[in-house]
């Protein structure tokens, strides 16, 4: 019998990835998103991408505060697991949580292994860690639990068809977006904090700029670690345990430009600014435990995540709402 999986927030970025590799994977995938952030379009096209898979998704546009739409819910399925990715409650037994990099702070060196001691330079890393130690008191006040926290680092890149991807809402965030828009000519050019850094780019000369390191990791590669983790929940053993997923490679800001460049055919145009407040040098993950224990190791570079990126940014110019 598959197993049946409450996604919460799984029209978003990252989720929209997960539930079509779930999909896939045969599981039956009930999404819970408010749309917030987000577009009922993800979704729908998650359903035509995963063919005859796509009748096991059910979608429920649901506040995850209205408690009683909730209860509803839970009253209705049966589910084995949940997959957290909206940044409210947490429901279930067994639960995946989107953790991220931002826990290690500023690292004092790298790679980051999962036992790096924990700190938060900026209210969003706060917010995780202690969201992932609420979860490790769960786990140690009911055994019951089965929880993995899984460590993001930079997710990036969109399914290969070119059909879901990254729209966030009013001004990005994230590097990647920013190239985009660059790309597509919705920005005059691209920002690049960090001109007091010198780090592997800082080669000196005049022109000393850097850049900071990210472990960019491909949003499918990044779905299938939850698949991976779902598996790893089935182990009787597990309490709470956390996973970085990344690649293990560090890429400067440059880098990536220069592959998109390559990918895209399209020449960003650059604006070289100062730091940006909380932001850390140079963090990249350690791999080692994801692919012992999870078995799961990211199989794409930056070369397939900007061709994807691009692939996306040019079918979508304005995310789901194109035309
Ligand atoms: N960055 C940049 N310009 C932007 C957005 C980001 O130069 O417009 C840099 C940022 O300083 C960092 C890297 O790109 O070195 C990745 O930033 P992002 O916000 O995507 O991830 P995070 O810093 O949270 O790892």
Redesign the pocket.
Same mark, same amino acid.
Request: aromatic share 16%; charged share 20%; no cysteine.
């Given at each position: 019998m598959s197993k049946t999986i409450l996604v919460t927030g799984g029209a978003g970025y990252v989720g929209s990835h997960t539930v079509l590799q779930l999909l896939l994977s045969g599981y039956k995938t009930v999404v819970v998103d408010n749309l917030d952030n987000s577009s009922d379009v993800a979704p729908k096209r998650v359903k035509e991408l995963a063919g005859e898979f796509g009748r096991n998704l059910s979608f429920h546009q649901v506040d995850l505060r209205d408690r009683p739409a909730i209860q509803k819910i839970f009253a209705q399925t049966k589910f084995d697991a949940v997959i957290h990715f909206a940044g409210l409650n947490a429901v279930g037994e067994s639960l995946v949580f989107s953790s991220?990099?931002?826990v290690y702070g500023w690292p004092k060196k790298v790679p980051c292994t999962e036992e790096f001691p924990l700190s938060a330079v900026n209210p969003?890393g706060r917010t995780k860690l202690f969201i992932e130690e609420i979860c490790r008191d769960l786990r140690n006040s009911d055994s019951q639990w089965k929880i993995i926290l899984l460590r993001y680092?930079?997710p990036?890149g969109a399914h290969p068809s070119g059909h879901i991807g990254e729209d966030p809402r009013g001004t990005?965030?994230? *590097?990647?977006p +920013?190239?985009q828009q660059a790309a597509v000519g919705r920005l005059q050019a *691209?920002?690049? +904090?960090?001109k007091d850094y010198a780090t592997k780019d800082g080669t000196g000369g005049p022109f000393l700029v850097s850049?900071?390191?990210?472990d960019y990791v491909h949003v499918v590669d990044l779905a299938d670690g939850h698949i991976a983790a779902l598996k790893k929940l089935s182990d009787p053993k597990r309490g709470c345990e956390v996973y970085n997923l990344g690649t293990g490679k560090g890429t400067?800001?440059l880098e990536?430009v220069t592959a998109f460049e390559k990918a895209s055919g399209k020449k960003i145009p650059l604006q070289i600014?100062g730091?940006?407040p909380g932001?850390?040098?140079v963090?990249y993950a350690s791999i080692k435990k994801a692919e012992t224990e999870l078995k799961w190791k990211a199989k794409y570079g930056i070369e397939e995540i900007c061709e994807d990126q691009w692939n996306w940014a040019s079918k979508n110019p304005f995310g789901y709402g194109s035309p």
């Open positions: 991220s990099a931002a969003y680092f930079n990036v990005p965030n994230n *590097l990647m +920013f190239v *691209l920002t690049v +904090f960090g850049f900071r390191v990210r400067s800001v990536m600014a730091r940006r932001d850390s040098e963090i």
